[in-house]
């Protein structure tokens, strides 16, 4: 399954690396560029591929020092309909909100 994610969306979203991290206990960062991370979250038998802002302390060092929020949520609103028909190909639900909400209502 991770595999799959990280080899379907690394095709068709060329700027993201693969990276081991989490976020929380329950989100798997599984790729990650300048601004976002993809990840995969498994809850209660389901299964959602997510993208969000990065929220790592790297990432926010650079946020103090210079507008980086402001076209990372600009850069997530142009790719969100790339990421979404780039994770329905490789069947997974795509979540596009900030991975803190409740996301099982909208998987």
């Not at 389901?46 to 929220?55: D, H, L, M, P, T």
């Not at 946020?63 to 929020?69: F, K």
Request: net charge neutral; aromatic share 10%.
């Amino acid at each position: 399954m991770v595999a799959s994610i990280r080899t379907g969306m690394a095709r068709e979203m060329r700027s993201f690396a693969p990276v081991h991290r989490w976020r929380g206990t329950a989100h798997r960062v599984l790729l990650r560029n300048p601004y976002a991370d993809i990840g995969l979250t498994c809850l209660d038998g389901q299964a959602a591929v997510w993208i969000g802002e990065r929220i790592d302390h790297h990432y926010r060092i650079r946020c103090e020092w210079s507008d980086v929020s402001g076209p990372a949520h600009h850069w997530l609103a142009s790719i969100a309909p790339t990421f979404a028909a780039c994770a329905e190909r490789i069947g997974f639900t795509p979540i596009d909100t900030p991975i803190d909400q409740p996301w099982l209502e909208a998987a």
